[in-house]
């Protein structure tokens, strides 16, 4: 009894622990696009502490810095899980609670995974709750204490893929955008990320994405590498050497395209760590987390 009087005050502990700071707000208050009726079998579900699944009314969920403590740059973080589900704590919550810590208010996009069961076009669902996100922080910047001149965007894994596509493909609207609010990034957070649909590819985020028999054109088309251009926001990169899911070619390979195109960009890579470590490199005694805090104070984005 004892033991497990124990285990539920530990779980309620770590439930308040990664509360949201306020309510969630949802993308799309008048109707989701590019949207058909969920079945009756996909319900949003969270398991295990951590993963997020079926999502289907995608949302902004913000946590910010204590009062006083907030210097008007915001960012938008996108978890990973291979486009079929969120690490929506390890990936998100601590995230925003870190970033919180150095005056940062933080978004975590509780985005939608393509599926054929509730998308019309499943390849831009997640853009589309991206794209509205870094829109939404816009429109409410003088409401949430935000600077509308200092909005980033954070991904791990395939939210990396996720956020190096909006960093990308933002010229090309997938949302209505009657007032062109900038949907482009002003910086670029990418942890492991998934960048290439091509060589390097981790097959399943690319399944997901597009399907098992994608042309060559969407390939093209989502491995972001072959999107860089001058414009593209600065960058942050981390990865390790012996990721075997994601491999480190990814990250080479968009760094290669960021210095090519004279874009800033800063890129730690660690001889080992695996993959999906979240704010912790366990095989690494460097916190990749204090150098992210260098690049933001060095571009003016933290003090």
């Not at 090519?260 to 460097?286: C, D, I, T, W």
């Amino acid at each position: 009894m004892k033991k497990l009087l124990a285990a539920l005050m530990l779980f309620t502990s770590s439930t308040v622990s990664f509360a949201q700071q306020a309510e969630p707000v949802n993308l799309y208050p008048n109707g989701v696009p590019n949207s058909k009726p969920a079945p009756g079998v996909y319900r949003e579900k969270f398991e295990n502490g951590d993963w997020m699944s079926l999502v289907s009314v995608p949302q902004l969920i913000p946590f910010f810095p204590a009062k006083g403590k907030a210097n008007g740059t915001a960012i938008v973080i996108c978890p990973g899980g291979g486009y079929a589900g969120l690490s929506l704590v390890k990936e998100g919550y601590k995230i925003a609670e870190k970033l919180n810590e150095i005056g940062v208010t933080a978004f975590v996009l509780k985005y939608r995974l393509p599926s054929d069961h509730i998308m019309v076009d499943k390849t831009i669902g997640p853009l589309q709750d991206a794209q509205r996100a870094i829109q939404i922080v816009r429109q409410n910047a003088a409401k949430w204490g935000v600077d509308a001149a200092k909005v980033g965007i954070m991904g791990f894994s395939a939210g990396g893929h996720l956020a190096s596509t909006e960093g990308t493909h933002y010229a090309k609207a997938v949302i209505a955008n009657p007032n062109n609010i900038s949907l482009r990034p002003d910086f670029m957070m990418l942890m492991y990320p998934v960048i290439s649909f091509g060589e390097y590819a981790h097959v399943g985020s690319r399944e997901n994405l597009i399907g098992k028999s994608p042309s060559q054109e969407q390939i093209d088309l989502y491995s972001n590498e072959k999107q860089v251009t001058k414009d593209t926001p600065p960058t942050f990169i981390i990865h390790a050497q012996d990721d075997d899911v994601v491999p480190i070619e990814n990250t080479l390979m968009f760094y290669d395209a960021l210095n090519k195109a004279k874009v800033k960009a800063e890129m730690h890579v660690y001889q080992s760590g695996g993959h999906g470590f979240g704010l912790n490199n366990p095989r690494s005694h460097e916190d990749w987390f204090i150098s992210l805090t260098g690049w933001l104070q060095a571009n003016g984005w933290a003090k």
